[in-house]
């Protein structure tokens, strides 16, 4: 497979199977919010499996910012791609998933209309990700390699930075590092979920990655995923295990296995410590070094997802809240003024059924997507 004429299947793939995972971790935002879940998850307060649940998800944002930088270069070995046009397309990209966050996946969430509140989420650091992208591939590889690794390491040592909301550089640290509430007026308000600092180093990555993926045999580049995914979770069990630089918040030992286990799982997402993203990077590349075994046709359903991703992205987002609506108004109020599961169990068994829903409008937009007859749909 040509790397400058189409994407490998097994990134597709991959971006399929996290997007899979995510859609449980939605289902229980729409359906589990009485049961809050911190970040990092308060173990007193959280049962095992909610826990387990929400870390199922972990691997989800991290893998999806890196295949958007290997998705970037793959994009620039196209015939006639030149660095100044695939800059210019990342800031187009980057600017366009911005507004995105901000109009359609903002009112996914809220269905209010004019919104009081907009959550700068996952779209939104994508989007300011691919427009440093658009700089830093003008570096060398090596350097671009650098930078990017300096940032996912070395973030960690500005934990400590906190700027008051109302002082002169808040807003721009909010929206860098510090998860904070940025107040516009009494009438609106942002919440920087996804601060984008260490975002822009898994972006790098992605794209200092993809060459040395995409240039080797089959065979090569499965052993590189492998070498580099077990390092990388290596890395973390050392670090972890110590509990020492790479996450702020310390594991315990729990009379049981299980809570342990649970703890030492237990780490910071927003923003993600470097502990989070040498684990979810590593198992990434570790699944990215599976997929690229399997047969086409058994990996089928899963590059048909990550072949539409912000379609499908969309979508589930629209139909849950849907949903959450539909069963608000059929069983009322359950939880406090909520409806919602009473276990964990049933988020589970609710996830397959809502993939089958999604899975037949992805396949036909991804097929439609692929005529290019709507250039839009590369938005898309």
Known sequence: MGVGSSRLAAVDALRGLVMTLMVVDHLREFFFLHAQVADPVDLAVTSPALALTRFASHPCAPVFVFLAGMSAWLSAQKPGADRLGVSAHLVQRGLFLVV???TVVNFAWTFALPPTTVYLQVIWTIG????????????????LLAV??????????LTQTHLAPGSTWHALWAVLHQRDWIVLGDALRLRTSYPALAWVGVIGLGYAFAPAYARRSPEARRALCWRLGVASLIGFTMLRAFNGYGEPQPWAG????????????????????????????????????WLDRLPVRAAHV???????????????LYLLHVAYLAAFHLFGANHGSRFGFDSVWQLWAAWLPTLALLYWPTRWFAGLRRTGRYRWMHYL
């Not at 300011?128 to 350097?143: D, E, H, T, V, Y």
């Not at 990017?148 to 040592?157: D, K, Q």
């Not at 703890?263 to 684990?279: A, G, H, I, M, V």
């Not at 899963?302 to 589930?316: D, E, K, N, V």
């Open 100 to 102: 995105l966050e901000l």
């Open 254 to 289: 729990y009379p049981d296995a299980l809570g342990t286990a649970v703890s030492f799982l237990n780490l910071t997402k927003y923003p993600p410590s470097l502990d989070f993203l040498l684990l979810t990077l590593g198992l990434g590349l570790c699944a990215l070094a």
């Open 128 to 143: 300011l990700s691919m427009i440093a992208l658009a700089g830093l591939i003008w570096l060398p590889r090596g350097g």
């Open 148 to 157: 990017s690794l300096v940032i996912v390491a070395g973030h960690n040592l």
């Open 302 to 316: 899963l590059q048909t997802l990550g072949a539409a991703p912000m379609f499908f992205y969309l979508l589930h």
